[in-house]
T-cell receptor, first 113, second 115 residues
Framework: DGGITQSPKYLFRKEGQNVTLSCEQNLNHDAMYWYRQDPGQGLRLIYYSQIVNDFQKGDIAEGYSVSREKKESFPLTVTSAQKNPTAFYLC????????????FGPGTRLTVT | AQTVTQSQPEMSVQEAETVTLSCTYDTSENNYYLFWYKQPPSRQMILVIRQEAYKQQNATENRFSVNFQKAAKSFSLKISDSQLGDTAMYFCAFMMNRAGNMLTFGGGTRLMVKP
């Protein structure tokens, strides 16, 4: 089955620790995206990547970092510099930058205490 | 910068009835796409319907249809014959037709379908 996987579904960390969220897709999509969702709010873009070894900041990139070493993988690291890291994180992908439909993964709920 | 506003935080509808969710947006762009996404309790984001700004005809997908008013920058979603499985958060989203294809989301409307 083709799709986007995010693991784990729930993640707990202590304040001050970096944590990496996984996002893998087997759809052969060029573009990948990370969004953050806070309770009762819409999604906000953190980072996106149009192609391997390239990525761009979104609206709320501060305190986050990404890498895109492989086409199918786009991990997100939430660093200790992120002041309010507790949120729901969604990964998405699209065929390429010329297409408009984004496919979403199931999300990871990160709780930092 | 583009903004998307959903003025109805919560709505409810009786099963089998029709409901309309509102969305307005602000942009200076002429070429763009508009979307409605559904997020059920599982939190998986599901694309419901999309509209290309250059198309005058309103998009329709089975029980879901939109009323796209480009001059008014309005993009409402109508759900006909509401079903219990339609209970979810609904998000309106905007995408410019340029490199990056970044989505800008509204704050969402929580829809409850009552039996």
């Amino acid at each position: 089955d083709g799709g986007i996987t995010q693991s784990p579904k729930y993640l707990f960390r202590k304040e001050g620790q970096n944590v990496t969220l996984s996002c893998e897709q087997n759809l052969n999509h060029d573009a990948m995206y990370w969004y953050r969702q806070d309770p009762g709010q819409g999604l906000r873009l953190i980072y996106y990547s149009q192609i391997v070894n390239d990525f761009q900041k979104g609206d709320i990139a501060e305190g986050y970092s990404v890498s895109r070493e492989k086409k199918e993988s786009f991990p997100l690291t939430v660093t200790s510099a992120q002041k309010n890291p507790t949120a729901f994180y969604l990964c998405a992908s699209s065929i390429n930058v010329g297409t408009y439909e984004q496919y979403f993964g199931p999300g990871t709920r990160l709780t930092v205490t | 910068a583009q903004t998307v506003t959903q003025s109805q935080p919560e709505m409810s509808v009786q099963e089998a009835e029709t409901v309309t969710l509102s969305c307005t947006y602000d942009t200076s762009e002429n070429n763009y796409y508009l979307f409605w996404y559904k997020q059920p309790p599982s939190r998986q984001m599901i694309l419901v319907i999309r509209q290309e700004a250059y198309k005058q005809q309103n998009a329709t997908e089975n029980r879901f249809s939109v009323n796209f008013q480009k001059a008014a920058k309005s993009f409402s979603l109508k759900i006909s014959d509401s079903q219990l499985g339609d209970t979810a958060m609904y998000f309106c989203a905007f995408m410019m037709n340029r490199a990056g294809n970044m989505l800008t989301f509204g704050g969402g409307t929580r829809l409850m379908v009552k039996p």
